[in-house]
């Protein structure tokens, strides 16, 4: 499941430069570190090979594990010492710190010079892994570990995948709390989330690495920045996946709730506790910076849906007859108040309420298009519309030339992810006007970049399939 923020636009003439130097410096860390930990990382296993302590360490191993795991200790005992180091769960030794204490107590019974020499030559140049050097490791966790461990990666599909929520979050929110506040805001949260990640076990001889705590902290922030005010949403379960709006922080009990969930019932190694912590830090911190000293840029949270409409006032004659329901009489009267004064948002209500009743609601919805398309009505006020005669936010089948018009009108609007369903019904139900298909790749040009490629591929897809589908008779 995926639920995140869509609304926000990048903009170049308020360049967000502390999060695109963020992104940088994680990238370039990261390039330098994993060349840098291959070569130490196979340097430090030659030592332990070299000195064979895998014959003395994996039995021995092997009989510490048993009474503590007895699950992993079934899918491992019939490994040989030699099995142990082509399968590749010799790391399972190194990085346990209980284990390590286990073999402290087994010297003192059996002391063993050589052995204890060479396994501290084996630490000392494991200890220079940028994980074991920087990291997060709450069993021994260094002063400046708290803030280095934020700049470290796993892998590239680790690091890609925090920059894509670094630069959706950090984007929308440096402009509203300023640079410094921003960085400060970042920061700290990271810490926070390191602390939560630790307190969880405190004996862990594991490394933290990783900026997701502190961008969980980024998208606690973005609920504390917009608070109640309706933000849209994208969001995936599985294969649906749609847009809706919402007050901004109803996510935050959703995405803590995915959070927590994971921290109690997944088994896997994901910090879901440094997700958890930075996720409500970065919320309590910044609501309480709306409540006390620091006031975000009110106008910069504020969204076209909120810009009020004008109401004018419709002929009372006209109103009666829609209230004695005689809407076959009201018609043509109300169709000449919605023509003559487009942003008449009343008028445009009864008509949806009339042509309803005399089954004329898609030739209408044509009408409402065209008058959007005609500049007769402003982003708030189209936005109005949309919302009043398309609530749901999601479009049934509906003929080639409506679709056509409504996608424009969300083109318009910046919505090209609500614009490609409509497109995409209607290349798959076999259209090939050339406006259709010209519309599907400008809507695929709008979604290139952001976060909708899964939709951006279908509909490329789609289009090409008709493109280059054979005439027919």
Avoid at 88 to 99: A, N, S
């Amino acid at each position: 499941m995926l639920v995140i923020p869509i609304e926000d636009k990048f903009s170049w003439r308020h360049l967000p430069w502390v999060t695109v130097l963020l992104i940088l410096c994680n990238s370039l860390i990261h390039l330098y570190m994993e060349g840098r930990d291959q070569r130490l990382m196979v340097q430090a296993e030659q030592v332990y090979l070299d000195a064979q302590l895998q014959r003395k360490e994996w039995p021995l191993f092997l009989a510490y594990l048993k009474p503590k795991d007895a699950e992993t200790w079934q899918e491992l005992h019939e490994l040989s010492p030699a099995d142990a180091v082509s399968s590749g769960v010799l790391p399972l030794l190194w990085y346990d710190r209980d284990f390590t204490a286990h073999l402290e107590t087994h010297w003192q019974k059996s002391p063993d010079a050589l052995w204890q020499s060479s396994r501290e030559s084996f630490q000392a140049a494991l200890q220079r892994v940028s994980a074991f050097a920087y990291g997060l490791t709450p069993a021994e966790a260094k002063p400046w570990a708290w803030l280095s461990y934020q700049f470290l990666h796993g892998d590239w599909g680790h690091l890609l995948g925090n920059m894509l929520f670094l630069a959706l979050f950090g984007f929308a929110l440096e402009r509203h709390l300023g640079a410094g506040l921003f960085i400060g805001l970042y920061l700290l949260c990271g810490v926070l989330a390191g602390l939560a990640h630790a307190q969880s076990d405190w004996t862990s001889a594991v490394p933290l690495v990783g900026a997701s705590g502190a961008i969980a902290g980024l998208m606690g922030m973005y609920l504390g920045v917009y608070g109640l005010k309706r933000r849209e949403f994208f969001y995936t379960v599985g294969f649906w996946f749609g847009s809706f709006r919402a007050p901004a922080v109803i996510m935050l009990p959703v995405w803590l709730g995915k959070e927590l969930f994971g921290a109690y019932w997944s088994d896997d190694n994901v910090a879901y506790w440094a997700h958890a912590g930075g996720l409500v830090a970065g919320f309590v911190l910044t609501w309480a910076l709306r409540r006390g000293w620091r006031k975000v840029d009110e106008q910069l949270t504020q969204s076209v849906e909120e810009a009020p409409a004008v109401v004018l006032p419709i002929p009372e004659r006209l109103l009666d007859q829609i209230e004695a329901l005689e809407y076959e009489s009201s018609w043509p009267a109300l169709q000449r108040v919605c023509q003559q004064e487009p942003n008449n948002v009343q008028a445009w209500q009864y008509a949806l309420e009339v042509a309803s009743a005399l089954r004329q609601r898609e030739a209408w919805l044509q009408q409402v298009v065209q008058v959007a398309l005609a500049g007769q009505l402003n982003k708030a006020e189209q936005q109005t519309l949309l919302k009043l005669y398309l609530p749901s936010g999601q479009f049934g089948p509906m003929p080639a030339g409506l679709a056509l018009g409504l996608s424009e009108v969300l083109l318009r609007l910046g919505s090209a992810n609500r614009a490609a369903p409509l497109i995409l019904t209607v290349l798959q139900a076999g259209t090939r006007h050339p406006k259709i298909v010209q519309q599907a790749s400008r809507i695929e040009q709008a979604l290139a970049g952001m976060v909708f490629e899964e939709l951006r591929l279908q509909l490329q897809q789609a289009r090409e399939r008709v493109t280059k589908a054979a005439p027919t008779a």
